[in-house]
Every structure is written in structure tokens, then in C-alpha cells.
């Protein structure tokens, strides 16, 4: 099955490129890797779920939005490298998880993005990743995502 393929067995599509919110353009591709900006879980240009891990936002919660946000990462991707199929492998992943202080389950909350990736590219979707808990994110958001891809 291509990425295509997979991704409407799962029911979902390729959101619309989320607008820049500041001075940055979404993706830039250099030769044969996509870096991306800092992917939020918007849906429709809106936050569905605002506020800090482990105080506001329980870990599941923040685990769908982490997916919303390997979506929306997808999306920037496909746009400058020609769409999914063209991916070769997502090679870095960092997660960047609003954290209330004593939370210590990032880990948890990158999962989401980290399995959309297996389920969508398979092999290609293998990564490294990091996830790091920060004090506050844009627009109040729980989580925030960015890639960098090799495409061909």
C-alpha cells in the first residue's frame, strides 16, 4: 500500500497547510530532506484542546493531539516534496510537550505523532525523537511537533 493508501484506511486525509503564525514559512525542503516549522494541533485553524500535560490536559488527550500534529507535519511535508509517496524516511522528530512541573511522561504524549508516522509511511516512519517538556507553547497549545524528512 502507498502512504496514500494508508492513510484513508485510517479514515483521514491531508489537512490544508496550517497558515505561519509569525515570520516562517511551514516546510523548506534543501536537496533531499524537508525541515518543518513547529507543528501545533490545529484543526480547522483552531486549538481544540488548550492548557498544560498533567494538569489540564490528561496524557491521551494530549497523545491525539500529538497525532493531529504529525498530521498536520505530513501535510507540510507532502506540500514541498510532492506529495507523501515521495517520502523516504522521517529521520528526526522532536515533540515539545506543555508540561505542568511535576509531569515526566513526554514520552508518552510523543507517541501519538510517532505511531501515525508507523501507520501511515511504515518503514519510512521509523525516527529518532526527542521529547521535551517546556513551561508554555504558542497560542496555549499542549504540544507542538516538527520533522525533518528525507524525500526523493
Known sequence: MTPEQRLAALGLTLPEIVPPLAAYVPAVRTGDYVYTSGQLPLVDGKLPVTGKVGAEVEVEVAKEQARMCALNGLAAIASVAGGLSNIVRIVKVVVFVASAPDFTSQHLVGNGASELLGEVLGEAGK????AVG??????????EVEFVAEVR
Open 127 to 130: 525516527h529518532a525523537r526527542s
Open 134 to 143: 517546556v513551561a508554555t507553547l504558542p497560542l496555549n497549545a499542549p504540544v
